[in-house]
């Protein structure tokens, strides 16, 4: 089991930008694809972003690409989301999740297995 932390929300105004952190512990961080997720009032939860167990692919919802990009740190077993020009349709809680296969090789495929708390973001008009 992985325990996963998420840091980082808040509030910005439209344009702004954000970094959102997750620390993973208690499972091998390097197998895995890892990936972030948000919910918004009222709405399913939704896939955001997805980086490859060995961090060189990454996978992006269309409404997000261009604008977010996910990152992982191997020496810190953490996963970031850097979130410019954002706009009040990002706001949201935002997961960080970590997939239930080890070493998946195609990222569209990702299945969320573990879940952080989440973290606010809010993105004022």
């Known amino acids: 089991q992985v325990q996963l932390v998420e840091s980082g929300g808040g509030l910005v105004q439209t344009g702004g930008s954000l970094r959102l952190s997750c620390a993973a512990s208690g499972r091998t961080f390097s197998r895995y694809a890892m990936g972030w997720f948000r919910q918004a009032p009222g709405k399913e939860r939704e896939f955001v972003a997805a980086?490859?167990?060995?961090?060189?692919?990454?996978y992006y919802a269309d409404s997000v690409k261009d604008r977010f990009t996910i990152s992982r740190d191997y020496a810190k077993n953490t996963v970031n989301l850097q979130m410019n020009s954002l706009k009040p349709e990002d706001t949201a809680v935002y997961y960080c999740a970590a997939d239930v296969s080890a070493y998946r090789a195609v990222l569209s495929d990702f299945v969320p297995g573990s879940w952080g708390q989440g973290t606010q973001v809010t993105v004022s008009a």
């Open positions: 980086t490859s167990w060995s961090g060189s692919n990454t």
